[in-house]
């Protein structure tokens, strides 16, 4: 959802360092690109600005292979709101002198009342998006105040909304002026300068050492200087911190794109959500960012899970393993509902929020109403240092590296494998108080060590990728599928669903297998195709399952089975079937739904279609 880089430092290549990092932040939003830069030296009253529409390649070529040299730029990826994709309405946007330049990523609520009163004053406005209000503001404020850091300080006191922004002035050459409030935004201090960006992966080749600013503080950067403000302009420290990611992470690889480079890492993704939290002798987890509560977990009785997209497919996983590892009542939904009901919430609920990217608005709101409410604020982020992680009381991190694609992938199967860990822990901690299903320890450790097969079991799926491009071709003609799983494959009949509509366009809705004959059965013909998640054949659902595919296969429905390895009875009925491994039924999700994240992969690069940059998609939903 619009991505900012920024940089001012002793080194003349501000633009190539903000362009490159561009690239790296644009599965954040990708219908228009721009780029403003001061002048080279300290004494240059000029700016170049450069504005294109679509990718960010576009913007690469139209400044050329040699950009001029340049000491301070800002630059952004825009993912529409306000106003459709154009130059016009690309950011940076400006003031009536064309003297300020901005970018901002989020939603200012009261533009139209702003801009109506600026225009009073005599502000030309040339764009239709909420941001430009900003600029005026700032110019305005500018008049009054004299340097910029005053007057955005002045201004963002008549905000009401969302920003991340960074700001930098004709007048004041080489300074950029930063803010933020529920958006995201973090500064990097490089050797020769500071950088700004809106997540980490667009700075890891340039330092590991990132601030990250809190709501309404802000960044005064120079080349020589890094200062932080809060609105009422006192000084604040602020602590350096340390990515820990490798630089690999947030490249492709020799991959095609990152969505199959993220596919791929499961394996180790799994392992690394996994380390050091299982204690097989003693059929125990830990885990050390819930374990910080100490008593206040003793008193949890009920799960409340609010997420959004796949992070809500993966709750409701969570639902199903909680309620039968830990014997705990949970309730999921999606964090814009949540925010919006009035739930029963008291000390004795933890809500628990799921969010790769820690960024999510929905799920920041939701995280915020529920410790409003009193309940416990739980998490399970992947990005370390985002706002959801900073604001929950406790959780617990997938540590996966970044997820670039906008497709989440390795992202899902590890929040599957972080809840499955949660609910262990959940589960012998009522054990210990004789609440709960009383998890025995034997049962407890026969689920360890399927936690531990997991990554060899993920690398065997990987190996039917050739099966699954296959499949992709022959199934590619059609334009409707249905998804039916039961149970915990309930869910990830959804989740799969959702992959394939996201990235090849192919209309698919997910469904438990039960509720077909309620509705979608109508749908099914020769030319509407149906992908089972079967489960296995110990389980209680599977004769259940086997007979939906009947009635499937009586109405002459094309059929892709994923069952389990050694399954004699699904090829009867398939026409096509995928083998995963046995594992418990419990952890079966994670096994199925990696093939079928192939299978959209695959369905929408026959397409021709992007499938790291989907259509109207973006990674981190900052805005609601
Ligand atoms: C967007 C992304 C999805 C993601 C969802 C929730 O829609 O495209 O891949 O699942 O946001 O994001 P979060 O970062 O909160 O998990």
Redesign the pocket.
Known sequence: MCGIIGYVGKSGDAVNIALRGLEQLEYRGYDSAGLVCHGFGSRSKNCRLYKTVGRVENLVKKIGENPQSSCCAIAHTRWATHGVPSVKNAHPHYDCKKEIFLVHNGIIENYEYLKEALQREGHKFVSDTDTEVLTHLIERSKEKYGTLEDAVIDALCYVKGTFALAVISKTEPNKIIASRRSSPLIVGLGKDGYFLASDASALMTHTKKVVYLDDDEVAVLTPESLGFLDLKKNRKNKRVDLIDWDIKTAQKSGFPHFMLKEIHEQPAAIRDSLRGRLIPREAEVKLGGLEVLGDRLKEIERFVIA?????YYAGLIGEYIFEKYAGLPVEVDFASEFRYRNPVLNKNTAVLVI???GE?AD?LAALRMAKKKGAVALGIVNTVGSSIARETDAGVYNHIGPEIG???TK?FTSQVAVLALCALFFARLASRQGRGNNLSKAGAGEIIKSLYLLPPQLREVLKSEEHIKRLAKKYNKYNNFLFLGRKFNYPAAMEAALKLKEISYSHAEGYGAGEMKHGPIALIDENFPTIAIVGSPASRVYEKMISNLEEIKARRGPLVAVAEKGDKNISRLADDVIYIPKTQEALNPILAVVPLQLFAYYMAVLRGLDPDKPRN?????TVE
């Open positions: 997420s959004c997209g796949t992070s969010s790769q990217s999510t799920t906008v497709a989440s992202a998609l973006a990674k981190s939903v």
